[in-house]
């Protein structure tokens, strides 16, 4: 598909927000253009299909899913939702991690959150709310790279409350993969461009210039979806002007999270839909899903120190430290029933560059900040711009959908 020179909207990205943007503007009568540097729609929504079994490579729970609206177009699509409760709070016959250790750990992460909520440290930071003496500081932070990509350390409370207060306890999926109902989802008829890197935004008296390897499109306003870490590096040149945008980015980096999945060979002792955390006192632990949904797989899922092996060292090494950790639990012979099927690279895909956001202690007010418009005819969106809801596909949906809304309010005037 040829690029056109012109267009009333163009949005930068079609992950979950980019695809929310192009729902709200598709029948607004607004000309809308969608540049992807990917060669595949839904960013870090991406599922594959391989080894016999269908995954996510990125979001894959539709947390919140009583009140998050890709439960409602998983319906409308006709996309089945799973709503059963997850494995999480399972141990897998209790190895390694008995339900005695399993009921402290989880005091300690209540008394943790609990701290965080109603008592946060004047520092904002997360780790300052720590137990000084407690046991589980280990397993605190490996909750931490699950939940936020990054130590306690580099959490603001603040940041950290504002989502946990707004979700709910429900984490649905859809069988057919989160990332095959955000593609599902965007319209047929706005055309999406993949493939195609912006490299600048420049602004001119009456329209912004974008300039591609494909060629250059004019349009009157922009929606910009890009990550964080996209916002603040160098791949795309931004007119000075947005300083204030990009240095709200980088208070709110991506973390670090990757999932490694594992085919399961022969007869094996795995469960279907069951659960395991590898070493509840190792930081970089991994969390194993095993067999979703009866297939033969173990989803492995990395967050912070843990995951950030895949990007330093290698996938390699990533499996080789999921295989041991699982062999230790089950004996060695469990070696034979492994098998490496596909990692995921986030913070090496040059057009992520990480996982999710979060807010750096003190900085939770970034994300108002990297929302706002400019000049009524630039307009953020991404999962990082939502106040309560950042670091999920919904949150991201949503926020395209403000800003579609801004951009068609400002255009009309
Ligand atoms: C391992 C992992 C697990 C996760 N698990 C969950 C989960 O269970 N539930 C949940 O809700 N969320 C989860 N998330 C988070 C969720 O995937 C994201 O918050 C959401 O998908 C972000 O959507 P977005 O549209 O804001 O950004 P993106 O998906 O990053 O979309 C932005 C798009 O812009 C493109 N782009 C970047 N630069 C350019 C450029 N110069 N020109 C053109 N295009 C460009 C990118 O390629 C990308 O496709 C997970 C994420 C990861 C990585």
Redesign the pocket.
């Known amino acids: 598909m040829p690029l056109i020179d012109e267009a009333d909207v163009v949005i930068?990205?079609?992950?979950?927000?980019?695809t929310g943007a192009a729902r709200r503007l598709y029948g607004s009568g607004l000309s809308t253009v969608i540049?992807?540097?990917?060669p595949r729609a839904g960013?870090?929504?991406w599922t594959q299909t391989t080894g016999g079994a269908t995954f996510d490579l990125?979001?894959?729970?539709l947390?919140s899913g009583d009140r998050n609206p890709w439960t409602r177009i998983a319906g409308e699509l006709g996309f089945a939702v799973d709503r059963r409760q997850s494995a999480w709070q399972v141990q897998f016959r209790d190895l390694g991690f008995s339900a005695a250790e399993r009921a402290e750990a989880n005091e300690a992460f209540e008394r943790w959150n609990d701290r965080v909520a109603d008592d946060p440290p004047a520092t904002d930071i997360a780790a300052d709310a720590l137990d000084p003496a407690g046991e589980w500081t280990a397993y605190l932070q490996a909750l931490s790279g699950f939940i936020s990509g990054d130590e306690l350390e580099r959490i603001s409370c603040r940041d950290y409350a504002a989502y946990d207060q707004a979700s709910t306890n429900n984490n649905w999926r859809v069988p057919a993969g989160y990332g095959t109902l955000v593609s599902a989802a965007m319209p047929a008829d706005v055309p999406v461009h993949l493939s195609?890197?912006?490299e600048s935004i420049e602004l001119d008296e009456s329209r912004i210039v974008l300039r591609t390897p494909s060629g250059t499109l004019r349009a009157r306003a922009v929606i910009v979806?890009?990550?964080t870490n996209?916002i603040a590096g160098d791949?795309?040149r931004w007119p000075s002007v947005l300083d204030p945008w990009r240095d709200a980015a980088r208070q709110l980096p991506l973390g670090s999270?990757?999932?490694l999945f594992l085919e399961i060979a022969g007869a094996s002792p795995f469960e279907d839909e069951s659960h395991l955390l590898g070493n509840p006192h190792d930081a970089t632990t991994g969390s194993y899903y095993i067999r979703p949904f009866g297939q033969p797989v173990i989803e492995c899922f990395l967050g912070g120190a843990g995951a950030r092996v895949v990007a330093e060292q290698g996938p390699d090494v990533a499996f080789d430290r999921a295989t041991d950790q699982l062999a230790a639990l089950f004996g060695n012979d469990i070696r034979r029933n492994l098998r490496p099927l596909v990692a995921?690279d986030?913070t090496r895909t040059p057009?992520?560059g990480g996982?999710?956001s979060h807010a750096l202690p003190g900085q939770a007010d970034a994300r108002s900040v990297l929302a706002q418009p400019y000049d009524s005819r630039l307009f953020f969106a991404?999962?990082a711009t939502h106040r309560t809801d950042f670091?999920?596909?919904?949150g991201?949906f949503q926020s395209g959908i403000r800003a579609a809304d801004e951009a068609i309010v400002a255009l009309a005037g």
């Open positions: 930068i990205g079609a992950g979950a927000a980019g540049l992807e540097a990917l960013g870090r929504a990125g979001c894959g729970w947390h195609t890197s912006v979806t890009v990550s996209i791949a795309i999270n990757e999932k995921s986030w057009s992520i996982a999710y991404g999962e670091s999920t596909a919904h991201a």
